[in-house]
């Protein structure tokens, strides 16, 4: 059983930032593709960014250019840099990675942008 842990989130200024970080039990964060993705008030779950195993990174349109997603290998975590936060970028943010056919996420981390 994977058990991913999120923490980071609060509440953050219009263009403040914040970063979020998402810890696994046990070393695999470096073997599978990780995720973030958020979900605001009424709406569906969307992805936000991607890193793949070998370290490539992928973005929605939303936040290229603005967030960056890392990884640490030796601390089983991977973040999610937000720099410069609209109000847009409020929601819940969870962690996500895909297991061979199985798809694990944490519990996710409030982010609310708000002057």
């Known amino acids: 059983q994977v058990q991913l842990v999120e923490s980071g989130g609060g509440l953050v200024q219009p263009g403040g930032s914040l970063r979020l970080s998402c810890a696994a039990s046990g070393s695999i964060l470096n073997l599978y593709t990780s995720s973030w993705y958020r979900q605001a008030p009424g709406k569906e779950r969307e992805r936000v960014a991607t890193?793949?195993?070998?370290?490539?990174?992928d973005y929605a349109d939303s936040v290229k250019g603005r967030f960056t997603i890392s990884r640490d290998n030796g601390k089983n975590t991977v973040y999610l840099q937000m720099p410069s936060v609209e109000p847009e970028d409020t929601g819940v943010y969870y962690c996500?990675?895909?297991?061979?056919?199985?798809?694990?996420w944490g519990q996710g981390t409030q982010v609310t942008v708000s002057s």
């Open positions: 996500t990675v895909f297991v061979i056919t199985r798809r694990f």
């Open positions: 890193i793949t195993r070998g370290g490539s990174t």
